[in-house]
């Protein structure tokens, strides 16, 4: 085979972190007509709750369990001072929420967004809580089964663009990325037993982690709630 195919072969290879960054970032064509549904977008009518997800049968071969999840960083010994006894009790109702445009998701209008899906709620003395979003859940058809979801322990330092956790679905097995460098203060290990908390409350009791973030000029890579619906709206809806 001359480098030429090869090349174009190479060219049209796309890692599964691209995948779901690229989710809703472009538009056209029947394959993302087929992932907006499968993200909870379509062209009927907009409901307030999205619907139960089903298995999609376009959608990418789920990855067995633990093929390709990295292995975390090993915890420092204490989380950072000041900040050790915090403990990060969620609101009890949402805050205002942004509709996407043509899907049955939606994103808080309290916090700021990183374009792999993760949100960060920002608080005082440098912490953040971070979680998914709605529409996350949905491209990965999450179940919340007991062995589906891997978080890291306290204490354990992240990196921007890094490991953060696994997720595994009925859709697909991803890996979530961090979208700010620091040290997890607390970790929701609620969801290990409540996992669905993430389906049903991806903005309240379904976060992942407090963390306490060392590098705030991070936070001008993050977009905000209107941005994000934007960029992740149906690109069939009118």
Not at 37 to 66: F, H, L, R
Not at 177 to 200: C, D, H, W
Request: charged share 20%; net charge negative; hydrophobic share 35%.
């Amino acid at each position: 085979m001359d480098s030429s195919n090869i090349k174009n072969k190479q060219d049209k290879i796309i890692s599964r972190r691209q995948f779901l960054k690229n989710a809703g970032l472009i538009t056209g064509g029947a394959a993302i007509t087929s992932l907006a549904m499968a993200s909870g977008c379509s062209n009927d009518d907009i409901t307030s709750t999205p619907p139960a997800t089903t298995p999609g049968t376009t959608a990418p071969k789920p990855t067995p369990p633990g093929s390709t999840t990295p292995q975390p960083t090993a915890p420092t010994p204490t989380a950072p001072p000041g900040n050790d006894d915090f403990v990060y009790v969620p609101p009890t109702s949402n805050p205002e929420m942004v509709a996407i445009p043509g899907c049955v998701s939606k994103v808080a209008a309290d916090r700021k967004y990183s374009y792999e899906h993760v949100w960060v709620k920002l608080l005082d003395n440098n912490l953040a809580v971070l979680g998914i979003t709605d529409k996350m859940q949905l491209l990965i058809g999450f179940t919340g089964s007991l062995d589906s979801i891997f978080l890291l322990d306290p204490g354990t330092e992240v990196v921007v663009d890094r490991f953060l956790a696994n997720l595994e679905g009925n859709k697909m097995n991803a890996d979530i990325y961090a979208p700010l460098s620091g040290t997890i203060v607390q970790t929701n290990f609620e969801l290990k037993t409540r996992s669905l908390q993430m389906v049903s409350e991806p903005y309240l009791s379904g976060w992942l982690y407090v963390i306490e973030y060392d590098k705030p000029e991070e936070l001008d890579n993050l977009i905000s709630a209107e941005k994000y619906a934007q960029l992740n709206a149906n690109p069939d809806y009118d």
